[in-house]
């Protein structure tokens, strides 16, 4: 069993930063690859970065601003957000999947979720 909270969600300005981080429960959190997703008002959860034994990978929409990175000593997955804009607002959340060397691009790929953290841009 992992638990997943996400921390350092807010409101930011088009332009600005912002790190998400995912602390995890557990001493077998290296051996999982780690995602991201978000989800905005009446649209699907969607793909936003993962890392695992295969590499790290990101969705073109995000390609070039965010960083997906992992410390295994203190169990936290984070993602840096640069160059933000208002179509990057959602709900962000992160998850754990047991496919470590799978690169994972679905929900259904993913068996442990956090509760979410909200990222608002303005413009």
């Known amino acids: 069993q992992v638990q997943l909270v996400e921390s350092g969600g807010g409101l930011v300005q088009a332009g600005n930063s912002l790190r998400l981080s995912c602390a995890a429960s557990?001493?077998?959190?290296?051996?999982?690859?780690m995602g991201w997703f978000r989800q905005a008002p009446g649209k699907e959860r969607e793909f936003v970065s993962t890392?695992?034994?295969?590499?790290?990978y990101y969705a073109d929409s995000v390609k070039g601003r965010f960083t997906i990175s992992r410390d295994n000593a203190k169990n936290t997955v984070y993602l840096q957000m640069n160059s933000l804009k208002p179509e990057d607002t959602a709900v962000y959340y992160c998850?754990?999947?047991?496919?470590?060397?799978?690169?994972?691009?679905?929900?259904?790929?993913?068996?442990?979720w956090g509760q979410g953290t909200q990222v608002t841009v303005s413009s």
């Open positions: 557990g001493r077998t959190f290296s051996s999982y690859a």
């Open positions: 890392i695992s034994g295969s590499g790290s």
């Open positions: 998850a754990a999947s047991y496919k470590y060397w799978s690169n994972n691009y679905y929900p259904k790929d993913y068996i442990y």
